[in-house]
């Protein structure tokens, strides 16, 4: 049996009490009117809301104290997530997959990299034009095969990284990454050697405004239309 320590238990309850609250006073009132502009407009990104989520600090909540977050602990992401959802999926989406993205910082282990992303990410949050982050891994040539250990041998990426003097050279497709159009900071994954791809998964954070990067298409979606799936280009 495991118990939740107290510290948890009040971050858990604290998540969920401004998810019901956005969702009460931002969503629910909102939510078809932004359903029928996206049916509308294959064009239209809801960013009068992402805007007024990030009035409600959604984005950075979880961002650690050691990094100048509020610091609430991970376990309470998972009912914060479920509360939003449960007005709008979309909604919901485009959240988790900022906190994804942000997940998948840490591993590097590369502080200076992570405080600058997470400083930027506030910082713009507090300035009210929020910088969402999203991962990147899928291609038109493999999707889930890379992600996993067991399946990644036999994945066939199509893209290319290559090291150059100040930095890497990146070619290639992304296709269905969530948030894309909405998102500033990109967290892509590639196969830098296609001979020993288990050893050779390359992380690179990749933001707006990078010389040779830019946005696709958007999918034609059946739901969720709010949160886009987008094709993004190296």
């Known amino acids: 049996q495991h118990r939740i320590n107290r510290g948890t238990h009040r971050d858990i309850k604290e998540a969920i009490a401004i998810a019901r609250k956005f969702a009460k006073e931002v969503i629910r009132p909102a939510y078809l009117d932004i359903d029928l502009k996206c049916m509308a407009d294959h064009d239209y990104l809801p960013w009068e809301v992402v805007k007024k989520a990030g009035e409600y600090r959604l984005f950075s909540l979880f961002v650690p104290k050691f990094f100048g977050g ?3 602990g991970f376990l309470g992401i998972y009912p914060f997530a479920e509360e939003i959802s449960a007005a709008c999926p979309a909604m919901g989406h485009i959240v988790m997959v900022h906190y994804c993205g942000m997940a998948t910082l840490f591993p590097s282990m590369n502080a200076r990299l992570i405080r600058m ?6 910082k713009s949050e507090k300035e009210g034009t929020p910088r969402l982050c999203t991962i990147v891994v899928t291609e038109p040539e493999s999707g ?10 036999h994945a066939r990426p199509g893209s290319s990284v290559k090291r150059v003097e100040g930095g890497w050279v990146i ?7 969530s948030s894309g159009h909405l998102s500033h900071w ?3 994954n590639f196969i830098e050697d296609k001979k020993n791809k288990p050893e050779s998964w390359l992380q690179l954070v ?3 405004g990078t010389p040779g990067f830019s946005f696709g298409a958007r ?14 280009l190296f």
Not at 117 to 122: G, I, N, P, S, T
Not at 144 to 153: F, G, I, K, S, Y
């Open 70 to 72: 509020p610091g609430l």
């Open 117 to 122: 992303v997470l400083k930027d990410m506030m």
């Open 144 to 153: 889930t095969d890379v992600q996993e250990p067991l399946l990644v041998q």
């Open 171 to 177: 070619n290639g497709k992304k296709i269905f990454i």
């Open 186 to 188: 990109h967290i892509a």
């Open 206 to 208: 990749v933001p707006n």
């Open 219 to 232: 999918e034609k979606k059946m739901g969720q239309l709010a949160c886009p799936a987008s094709e993004l």
